[in-house]
């Protein structure tokens, strides 16, 4: 989860940048550059999120087999 809010962080910044640019400056290939960096975030951001959420789901497993656990260690 730590990475997923540092890439959040840069998510913010990369866009901030993106939408300054789009009002400002009519340069595509300025303007492309900058989508591709804040679309780059995004798709960290996303495989982050699901690398965390594997995380939980296989934690939540292994806690309910050791509650469930018939025979004690």
């Given at each position: 989860?730590?990475?997923a809010?540092?890439?959040?962080?840069?998510?913010?910044?990369a866009?901030?940048?993106?939408?300054?640019?789009?009002?400002?400056?009519r340069?595509l290939?300025?303007l492309?550059?900058?989508?591709?960096r804040?679309?780059?975030h995004?798709i960290?951001?996303?495989?982050?999120?699901?690398w965390?959420?594997?995380?939980?789901?296989?934690?939540?497993?292994?806690?309910?087999g050791?509650?469930?656990?018939?025979?004690?260690?």
């Amino acid at each position: 989860m730590y990475y997923a809010l540092v890439d959040w962080d840069l998510l913010q910044r990369a866009y901030a940048n993106f939408a300054k640019l789009a009002e400002t400056s009519r340069d595509l290939p300025q303007l492309f550059i900058a989508e591709a960096r804040q679309n780059i975030h995004r798709i960290n951001l996303f495989a982050d999120g699901v690398w965390a959420l594997l995380g939980a789901i296989v934690a939540a497993i292994g806690i309910h087999g050791l509650c469930t656990n018939k025979h004690p260690l």
